[in-house]
C-alpha cells in the first residue's frame, strides 16, 4: 500500500518514506495523563502512521510529537507491574553471573525509568547511573529506589558527559528504549561512545514477527518511533561497529527480543549461532519483502470490527463493561476502535499517578482497582493484556459474581 505524497525520510538511512504500512488515525498523546480541570481544554492529536523503509526495512512512525513533549508529563512507572519487576530481578541475577558483574563495575541503564531495574543491582552495592529524561519519574527513583539518576535524554553528548562524570559503563542496558528514539543514529553512536572496550550492551525491544503476526496493533504510538525485526536492528548495529553476538526471544510485551552487543573489535566474545538462525528465520518468512506488511492493515481492520462487535452485542444485552488498565497500548486501542464510556464505563489502575485523571482522547475515567468490587460489572476489559495473566489471578474474585474478563489482542477473547 503506498501513500501519495513523501511525508518524510529514514529515521536510520535517510531513504524517502512511502510505502504505508498502516493507518490509525488522529491520536492524542499515550501516556497523557488528563487533570478534571483539563477535560474542557483542547487536546492536541497527532497523525499515527506507520510506514516501511524500502532499503532498510525499518518500519516506522515519522516524528509529529517531539520528545520534549512526549515526555513532559509521562505516567509510566515500571514498579506498578509485579510481573515486569519479576521480569527485571531475573534479568539482574542473569547478567552479574554471565557477565561477571562486581562492585568493580559500572552498570548504566538508557530510559531507567523509576529505578524498577537498577534497584536490584543497588542491593547488590554494585554502582549505577539511570539516565531518564523524565524528571518527576527520575526524582522517584532517587528518592524513592536510592538508585543514581541524570534527568537526560540520551544520545552521543549525553554519553561523552556521562563517561566524562562517571567513566565508562561495563553493562550498558536499555529495556523498551530504543524504539523510543527519534534518531537513531544518535542513539547507537552514544552507546558505542559510553560502552567499554570490554563492555557489553543489553537491549529487549518488541520483536517485530510477533506484532505483525499476532495483530499487535496498539503497541503502536507516537513514543514508538521505530519496530524491529532482528535483522533491521543488527544492520543498524553493525553501522555504528556494535556486533550483536547473542539474541533471547522473551515473552515480554506480546514477544520481544533481547540481544547482547559488543564492539566490533572485541573478539573474545564470539558471535553464538541464535543470531544467525533468526536472519535466516525471518527471511524465511518473507520480512524482507513489502508482501509481508502489505497483509497487516486489513488484519487490524478487521480486529476492530470484532472488538466493536463484542462491546456492542455486551451493551445491547445490558451488560456493565469496565477497563483495566491505563497503559499507552490502551490508549491506541481505544482511540482507533473510538471506545469512550459509551462501551467501558470506567477503567482502574494500580499506578496513584493514573487516578482520578482520564484517559486521553476518550476522557474514560481512572480510578483505583477497588471499584471493580464497589461496582460488580459483568466483564472487565483487560487493556494491558501482556500481564493478564498477572491482572485475573490477582481479581479472581470477579467470577464470584459471575463477571469474566476480555482479552483484545490478537482478538477478543473472554476467560
Same mark, same amino acid.
Given at each position: 500500500? %503506498? ?23 488522529? =491520536?492524542?498523546?499515550? $501516556? $497523557? ?50 510481573? !515486569?519487576?519479576?521480569?527485571? *530481578? ?22 531507567? %525509568? ?21 524528571? $518527576? ?6 528518592? *524513592? ?14 554519553? $561523552? ?8 559503563? @561495563? ?11 527519534? %534518531? ?31 495483530? =499487535? ?21 553493525? *553501522? ?5 553476538? @547473542?539474541? @533471547? ?22 558471535? =553464538? ?20 506488511? @502489505? ?89 494491558? !493484556? ?14 464470584? !459474581? ?14
Amino acid at each position: 500500500m %503506498n501513500s501519495e505524497n513523501f511525508l518524510t525520510k529514514c529515521n536510520f538511512c535517510n531513504t524517502p518514506l512511502d510505502h504505508l504500512v498502516i493507518d490509525l488515525g488522529m =491520536q492524542p498523546l499515550c $501516556e $497523557e495523563r488528563i487533570r478534571p480541570e483539563e477535560l474542557n481544554q483542547m487536546e492536541p492529536h497527532y497523525p499515527l502512521k506507520v510506514y516501511v523503509c524500502k532499503k532498510c526495512l525499518l518500519v516506522q512512525v515519522p516524528e509529529s510529537a517531539s520528545p520534549e513533549v512526549i515526555y513532559r508529563d509521562y505516567g509510566y512507572y515500571s514498579s506498578f507491574s509485579d510481573t !515486569w519487576l519479576q521480569h527485571a *530481578k531475573q534479568y539482574v541475577e542473569l547478567a552479574v553471573k554471565r557477565f561477571g558483574i562486581t562492585k568493580n563495575n559500572l552498570v548504566a541503564e538508557i530510559a531507567s %525509568n523509576d529505578g524498577y531495574l537498577l534497584q536490584y543491582f543497588v542491593h547488590k552495592d554494585i554502582p549505577v547511573i539511570g539516565i531518564e529524561p523524565s524528571e $518527576e519519574i527520575a526524582r522517584y527513583a532517587v528518592s *524513592k529506589k536510592g538508585v543514581r539518576t541524570e534527568i537526560r535524554f540520551f544520545g552521543a553528548k549525553t554519553a $561523552e558527559y556521562l563517561a566524562d562524570t562517571y567513566g565508562k559503563a @561495563d553493562l550498558l542496558i536499555g529495556n523498551n528504549v530504543l524504539a523510543h528514539v527519534p %534518531n537513531i543514529n544518535d542513539f547507537v553512536s552514544g552507546m558505542k561512545l559510553f560502552l567499554k572496550p570490554s563492555g557489553v550492551i543489553t537491549m529487549e525491544f518488541p520483536h517485530l514477527q510477533r506484532l505483525i503476526e499476532e495483530n =499487535q496493533f496498539d503497541t503502536i504510538y507516537h513514543e514508538h518511533f521505530s519496530y524491529f525485526s532482528f535483522s533491521t536492528v543488527r544492520k543498524i548495529f553493525r *553501522k555504528h561497529d556494535l556486533e550483536i553476538f @547473542d539474541v @533471547d526471544e522473551l515473552p515480554t510485551h506480546g514477544g520481544s527480543l533481547r540481544i547482547y552487543a559488543r564492539h566490533q573489535g572485541n573478539s573474545t566474545i564470539p558471535v =553464538q549461532t541464535r543470531v544467525t538462525d533468526l536472519v535466516d528465520r525471518e527471511e524465511s518468512l518473507g520480512m524482507n519483502s513489502m508482501a509481508y506488511y @502489505d497483509t497487516f492493515n486489513e488484519k487490524v481492520k478487521e480486529t476492530k470490527r470484532k472488538i466493536l462487535e463484542f462491546l456492542i452485542q455486551g451493551k445491547k444485552e445490558g451488560k456493565h463493561i469496565v477497563g483495566y488498565g491505563a497503559p499507552g497500548k490502551g490508549n491506541t486501542l481505544l482511540n482507533y476502535c473510538g471506545v469512550r464510556t459509551d462501551f467501558l464505563d470506567y477503567t482502574v489502575d494500580r499506578s496513584p499517578h493514573k487516578q482520578g485523571t482520564y484517559l486521553p482522547g476518550t476522557h474514560i475515567p481512572v480510578y483505583h482497582p477497588d471499584m471493580i468490587k464497589e461496582t460488580r460489572p459483568e466483564y472487565v476489559f483487560i487493556l494491558p !493484556w501482556n500481564l493478564k495473566d498477572e491482572i485475573i489471578n490477582y481479581h479472581k474474585y470477579i467470577y464470584d !459474581w459471575g463477571g469474566k474478563f476480555i482479552v483484545p489482542i490478537p482478538s477478543p477473547a473472554v476467560f
